[in-house]
Each structure stands twice: as C-alpha cells, then as structure tokens.
C-alpha cells in the first residue's frame, strides 16, 4: 500500500512541478497574432509532405493556404464558379475554347510574378503525368496566347466543366521549381506558392503558417496560422478553454455542451457542401428496372426518422439531388424545401399500379419473386439508418429488405461493378451538372463490368438530352431549364432517392477572433478545404476587444 | 550436442521465422478485401462529401492500380526489398518514403510504450510479490481484488476520464500532443521538460492499466512457489523472510512473468494506439491503423517487419536470460 502511495505521490509532485513551468511561460504573448486550427481528422502527426497534386490522403494539412487555384467555387451562389488567380475565364460560342486571362500583380512567396508560363505549366501537369490527374481535369490542351493570356480546348462543350479550375488539386505552380522535379519521388519540403500564407516551421505536431505581407489579395489581422492535431474529444475540451480557435466536428450535443455555455463566442455552424447521401437503385436489373418499384421504397424511406437518429435535425434531403442551400434558385418552386415525409398508401398505389403484389415479405410480379438486398458501407456506422429503413419497408409494405453491410473498398467495387440491388452512395457534385453526370448513359457499363460514376446503371434518352443541354451552353436562363428538365426526371423516375444532406461542420470559439461568416448570411465557406474561401474568411476576422 | 550445433539450430529456427513472417506479411494484407486505390477513392470522397470526377478515379487506379495482378512478381520484387531493408514509398502520405513515416513515430513509441511496459512490469511483480508471499493476508486481500477492479476496467474510459480529470478540469497537463509543439525539438532541457509534462497522462493510464496483469500472474506463481519444500527448508535454516521472498520465492516465480515481459518488450514497437488516439500523442500505432484502414501496403509491411524482428530479437533475449536466471535451462542444453 504504501509503495502505491508513494508512485501517486510522485506522479502528483511532478504534476504540479511540470504544470508550474508550463505556466511560467509567456502563452498569452505569442496566442495574441495567432490563430489556431485543431485538425480533428487527420492522425496524431503530420508528414512533411507539400506534393499537392499527388494523390496521397494524407498530405500535409492546409496546402490551400499556400497554393492557389484559378477559380472557386461559390457555394453561397448555387455553387456557381467565380475567377480567383484568373482575372476571367470565358467560353467561346462553342464552349470548345476557354480563354484564362491571369490575373496580374500576384507573386509568389519568393518574389517571381505568377506568368502565363507558370499556368500553362500548371494547366499542362496532368496533360503531360496522366497520374497525377487528381484534379479530374478533361481539356485536351493548354496554350499560351500572350503573357497574361492562356487557351484551353476541350474535345466537347466544357461549359459545365469550368468546375475543375477551382479544384485544390489543380493549384498555379512555380514552373522553374516544379519543372525540375520527379513528382514521383519529390515531397516538395519547402513549398512556394501564391497564396496568403508561407511556411514558417514545421514540426510533427504543429505547422505554423506565417502572413505574407506582400499577398495581392490585401493584408491580414493575424501573423500566424497554427494547425495542431488533436482527437475530437480533446478538441472539443480545447475549444471550449480556447485553446484551439476553429476546428471542423461533428458535434452532436454542440448546442447543450458548446454553444449553451457562451452563444456569443462558441459557433457551431452547418455549411451544405451541396452533395447528399442517397439510395441507388440498380436500374439495369429487375425489380428495379420498374419505375413503380422505385417510387414506392423511395416513398417509404423515413427521412426525418434518419436526421433524428443522426441528431440533425432538418438535414433531411429533398426529391431532386440538388440541396436548397445551394441551389435554391435552381430548384423547381415545388422542390423548394420539400421533405418527403413516409406514404405508406402511396407507396402501395405504385407497386398495385405496376403489378406488384408482396408475399411472405418478397416482391412478387408474374410468378417470379424478388429478395432485394441494401449495401451500406459498413465504416460509416450506416447499419442503424439501414436498419430504420428496412424496418419501414416491412410496416408499411410488408416488404423485408435484406441489410448487406460492407467494408468501404469492398462496397465500392461491388457499386462499380453494378452488383447490389439498392445501395447507398454520396451523390452531389460541384454545379448541377456534376450533380447529374451520375446518370449519363455514356458512362453506364453492363452489370460485371466497371463504370466509374453512372453505378446505378441509368440509361434513358430525356436525362442524356437534358445533360447534353447542360453541358452545351453558357446561358443561365437555360441553364436553370435544363436543370428544371433533369429535376423532374429525378423526381418522376427515381435513378436515386437522396435521404440526408451532407455538410461542412465548422466549430468556432470568436473569443479572440470576431468577423466570422455565419450559415445564414455568408458568401463563403470556413472550411479549409476551400481554399479562397479561408483566405477571405481569414482575412475578414478581427481581433476581439479582450 | 556440441555449442555450434545448438547455435546453428537456433540461427536456423530463426532464418526461417522471419522468412514466415515476412511472406505472411505480404500475402495477409493483400488477401484481404479491397485495394489501396479503392480506399484512396473512398477517403477522398469522405472528406470532400462529392463523388470524384471519374478522370480523377481514372488517374488514381493508373498510379496504385490493382495490386491483386501478378502477386508473384509482386513478392519477388517485396523480397528484394525487404533484403535491402527498402521499405518503399507510403501510399496515403504519397510519395514519402515509409522509413520517413517510422522513423517520425518509432522513437516516440519506444520512450512512452517502452518505459511504462518496464514501469508496469516493476510495479506489478514486485507488489505480486508482497501479494503471493501471504496470501490471504491484509494486503492481499485487499490489492488483489482491487488490481482485478481495475484491469477489468477498459483502457480507453480509463485514458477519457484521466483526460478529462486531470486536463480539462483541472488543467494540470495538456490535453493533446506529445510535447510543447511552440519549443525546438531537441535535447535541451525545456523541450525534455515539457515531454515529461505532456507524457505523464499517457504513461499514468497505460502503467495504471497495465500493472494489474503483472500483478496477478506473480501473486499466482508466488503463491504456489511458496509451498514448495526448498522454501520451508530456507525458513527452516533461519534465513530472513525478506531474503527467502525475494531469492529463493520469488526468482523462480518470476520465469513466467519474464517471458511474458520478454514478449511484450518485442510488442512496443507496436504502439498504444488507444493512447495515441485520445491524447493525439506522436506514435506508430496510429500509422499502423490507418495504414491498415487505408490498405497502405508498403507502411504496414514496414512495421509488422519491424515488429516481427523486435519480436524474435526480444525472444532471443528472453531465451539467453532465462537461461541465467533459471539453471535447469542451462543444463539441458
């Protein structure tokens, strides 16, 4: 007994000797022109590894601040595309030939002024390491026309794709640097880029991003950017001591434990990134090639019933695929802040109408009869949602689904290769068209072969006609038609059923930095992962009246 | 048998363990369903919330392809490698080389999991000691119990209430990292200072944790070895107790309780991924599991290679010591 005294009493005698020291030191001082990012998800250290078009997972954090792209997207504007590096990026006629005027005046963190050499390398990087094609990109060719002046064609009308401009994955790269380089060996340990931010230090535990002062976007508040890695328990504990000042977390108590303790400092705030996770149907083998068996288990799904179970209430996702938040001025006034609530009687009106009965909880049409089974991916903890589906499938058509539960690369090549019955996937897209290029026939394969996005194997002659509308023209006004077009279908002929909206989910203690956007009035986003978005988050802040 | 004969023997059982363990190294992960370039696609998705542009799936499958292609080839190429202890280039943390990604961890791991193995171990036999020599006794009736209590309880809550305790409500030491991330990596006393600051937490759970096994496999052996007639013999002679305990009692007690230690000095290398996670301390065991989450070949063969050797080395201590410790060993050899 008293050895273990002892051992408590020396743990404690250290304790208070090592807390001691730890306080002596000056924190208040150096936290003043500092802002701290604790980064919940991305492991307990941090590599130095600055490779940003290379496809690792865990590159080092918040490259965005560093290298910039073209363009962003804004997703307080229907997730519309707006010049950032470029001055302007316009369409001819055709939608063929983009002309990128760059914009002028930006140096990067050495000193050099970004040229239109610098982007053709840049635009010309995956053209030339198909590789390191990260970014998706799908123009054919890169051509300088003056020196602020680049060309870029496509094989096809590339109005829709503008998109991948603003990609963190197609970054402008100083050529003399990166020219040099086997980028399947170079971790790039000393980045040089154009945006607001150059690295000061590194260590495994902490990067310290420092200000530029000579960044062409203006001046901002603070000197340091920190990124620290910390679990999102202790994160949490860290924003409320304000030791961490933003963080991303979903945080399901956040209103009792967070926000309730001071309203004015702690922010908990919910961005739609635009994308949803849905049910797909396997269109190309029955019963799901019967539009009157996709209504009904769309029709049952209980929506609210999942948002509760995920404690976000109001999340649930509307008919079409497009999120209001995003795209509200897109959306068919009827789709406008739809929840499909469950009808169990509609439901069974559709099945009657296509000449469904169920028996012993199977589906039943002609004598033949069907056993479908949902994957989920099994990592996500997606079993209960699958399970409150399921469970409404049985009450309200006495249909008894099977739960298949997977591990996520399994899931995935069992989608790609078309072999599930209905599925659950994350839909969604940068614009309406990448929201809807999931269903173009082109990109359907015959069940066992792979395809890469159509996994629902949907072929069907009006969606390719709306998508071909899409993707041929510049027009808003038609633009917003063909969209209109590819809504009904959705909603009409159910490829997909979304169930829940996806979001950014921001953590923010203002105690010492004020000025942050807000879910109800912003025009960008603080999530790191978009870039220009931090960069005017940032440089928006002001530090708080202590 | 002559001494060379008995050393080849042993070389030999050696060669072939780690040849096993590094074909098994090979072959396990890529027996097992999905492929680096599906989780690099399923990860990217996960955090960007949209379905990859398929160009971008096209590029990924290009560069990390299908590993399940020509395994042979493959497992050539693997055994070159592990010759030249190349361990290659890490697939998540694209193109940093895995010997990078250990050497960031490795030390980190050998200080936290390796002295509090060697803390828990101390505590847990000497007091199994004092436990097994009355047994039945006060203390024993009352430690050992308690020490069940306490192993029983997982380390996970064990680690959460300890950092909410002692970091968040009372803010006696940090609540995340292995060390003052604003000091100078070194050795200069500051940044050692606040290693030890940031480290009590992590090594007091684990230690709190660990010990009760250590304590129970001693008591028991204590206990039995206690009966033993040598034992009464050495009372008999009037020799102290306390000599008795510890030369006569507890030395042989001990033989299992050092194998079991031998083996889990080759284990920390492993890590505490637990530890690792809850108090975001710099490790291996965190890049081990996200290389198994995330199918990264390279870094998981890297470190069960490490692992696999630190094992064999550590039984090969464990075999050499024993045979000081225990002269039986020694003779029939």
Redesign the interface.
Known sequence: MSRRGLLVAAVMVLATACSAGGQSRPTGGARADTIVFGKTDGGTTYVRNFNVVGPATQKTPNTEMIYEPLARIDYSDGGTVKPWLAESLEFDEKGTQLTIKVRQGVRFSDGTPLTADDVVFSLRLPLDNPDFNLAGTTYKAVEKVDGSTVAVTFDSPGFSEVNQFASPALPMLPKKIWEKQDLNTWTNPDPVGTGPFVLESFAAQQITLRARDDYWGGKFPMKYLKIIPTSPDAGRAQLLRGEVDWALSAWAGAQEEYVAKDPRTHLYQLYATGGAYSMLFNTARPPFDDVHVRRALAMTIPRSDIVTTLNRPGTEAGPTGLVDLVYKDWLKPEYRGKVQQVDAEGAKRELAAGGWTVADGKLVKDGTSYEPTISFNQDFGWASYADIMINSWKSTLGLQVKPAGAPGANLYESQQLGKFDLTIVATGGAGVSGVYSMLAGRAAKPIGKKAATNLGRWRDPATDAALAGLLGTSDVGRLKQYAQEMQSIVVDQVPFSPIYNSYWFVVINAGRWTGWPTPEKFSYVPFPGLGPDSTMTLMNLKRAAQ | MTGKRFLARRLGFYAAAVWSAVTLNFLIPRLM???PS???????????????????????Q???GDPSANLGAQYLEYLGQMARLDLG????????PVS??VW??LPWTLLLVGSTTVVAFL?GT??GVIAGWRAGGR?DS??TPLTTFVSSVPYFWVA?LG??A???VL????????????LP?GFNAPFA??V??YG?LPA?TIVFSAFGGWLLGMRNMTVTTVREDYVLLALAKGLSPRRVMLRYAARNAMLPNFTGFALALGGVVGGALLT????????IG??LY?SLQ??DYPVMQGVFFLITLTVLLANLVADSVYALLDPRVRERA
Do not use: C, K, M
């Open positions: 369903p999905g492929n599906l989780a690099i696609i399923e990860e990217l998705e996960r955090v960007s919330g949209q379905s990859l542009p398929p160009r971008t799936l096209e590029s990924i290009r560069l990390f280039v890490s697939i998540r943390n694209f193109p940093t990078d990604l960031q961890g505590i000497g007091l203390f009352i430690v959460l950092l909410w002692f970091g968040f803010g006696w030491f940090p609540l995340a990292g292995g060390y003052d991330p604003d990596v200072l606040s030890l600051h009590v007091t690792e996670i809850v108090f975001s301390y710099p490790g965190y890049l996200a995330q199918r």
